[in-house]
């Protein structure tokens, strides 16, 4: 029994740490999404490219870890608005296959340029002295990084749910995500809305891949590897919620790291049925709202 208590808590722990990776990631790729109705397949590119930036950063040139993954956010913010601006916005009014396939077309463009610069190998990953070892608490030991991952994600998350409810800039999201037309109607600068979240969202996932880089390993197969999973996120959560893809998120990290743990052999299985299940009862999301 003490063991199984043990794996129980371990398994918790692990899966915490690692849903709060996947929603950082994801919950960009929901409001995007849900405010601006474009099939982002490529948000995976943003994360991955967050990942090889910060590694880049520290392993090439030194740079410190906070600083590294600093550069991450704002350097992966930066470009996506000029990819919005060049490419995204020509394709908002395009059907969703038009879509699908540009992003695709960006994921295959990503993965060969990724794989040309850094070769096919997961890129290592060289943690500072103080974010190693363990860490001991109620009579258990835990991985030093992986209790700041949690409390540092807690600390984003905290801070985009202020900024999406109890600011200027969130109120005009919402009120883009809810009535877009109405928003424009009432002066809302709807393309420079979405400029902003577009970044926002972007260096949101760039700093999950960076942050999540020695969980999620970074290498050129990345976006399409996870980009199942960040779509499962928003999908069960539901597009254009904070709420939702946060509770997916969870439920995802602790379920995926369970069935590793205790039935590797199954391996996704138990999500993907689960998913299915979910999408069927409710096809807009656990926390989406009926068309």
Same mark, same amino acid.
């Given at each position: ?27 960009? &790729? ?8 474009? #099939? ?11 990942? @090889? ?19 991450? =956010? ?9 990819? /919005? ?6 394709? @908002? ?17 990503? #993965? ?8 096919? &190998? ?36 905290? &801070? ?18 809810? @009535? ?19 970044? &926002? ?7 999950? +891949?960076?942050? +999540? ?8 197969? @990345? ?30 990290? #602790? ?9 590797? /052999? =199954? ?16 096809? /807009? ?7």
């Amino acid at each position: 029994m003490q063991d199984f208590l043990s794996s129980l808590v371990s398994v918790a722990f692990h899966g915490l740490a690692y849903g709060m990776i996947l929603y950082v990631i994801s919950v960009g &790729l929901s409001v995007t999404m849900g405010l601006m109705g474009f #099939v982002n397949l490529a948000h995976g590119v943003f994360a991955m490219a967050g990942g @090889y930036v910060m590694l880049s950063a520290m392993n090439s040139y030194g740079v410190s870890f906070p600083i590294a993954v600093a550069t991450a =956010f704002i350097a992966v913010a930066v470009a996506s608005m000029v990819l /919005e601006r060049l490419l995204y916005s020509r394709l @908002y009014t395009a059907g969703e296959l038009d879509q699908v396939l540009f992003t695709i077309g960006l994921i295959f463009m990503s #993965v060969a340029i990724a794989r040309l610069v850094y070769g096919t &190998l997961p890129q290592p990953v060289r943690l500072p002295d103080y974010l190693t070892g363990q860490l001991h608490f109620l009579g258990r030991d835990f991985p030093a990084y992986r209790v700041f991952l949690i409390l540092f994600s807690i600390s984003i998350i905290g &801070l985009l749910w202020f900024g999406v409810e109890r600011t200027r800039w969130g109120a005009m999201v919402r009120a883009a995500v809810d @009535y877009r037309a109405m928003a424009q109607s009432v002066g809302i600068n709807t393309s420079r809305l979405f400029t902003l979240t577009f970044a &926002l969202g972007s260096g949101l996932a760039a700093l999950g +891949g960076a942050l +999540g880089a020695e969980i999620i390993a970074i290498q050129p197969t @990345y976006p399409f590897e996870h980009l199942v999973f960040f779509l499962i996120v928003v999908a069960v959560g539901g597009l254009g919620s904070l709420r939702g893809p946060f509770v997916a998120a969870l439920l995802i990290g #602790v379920t995926d790291t369970a069935c590793k743990y205790w039935v590797p /052999e =199954f391996g996704a299985f138990f999500i993907f049925s689960v998913t299915i299940a979910v999408l069927l009862w409710r096809p /807009e999301g656990l926390f989406g709202r009926a068309a």
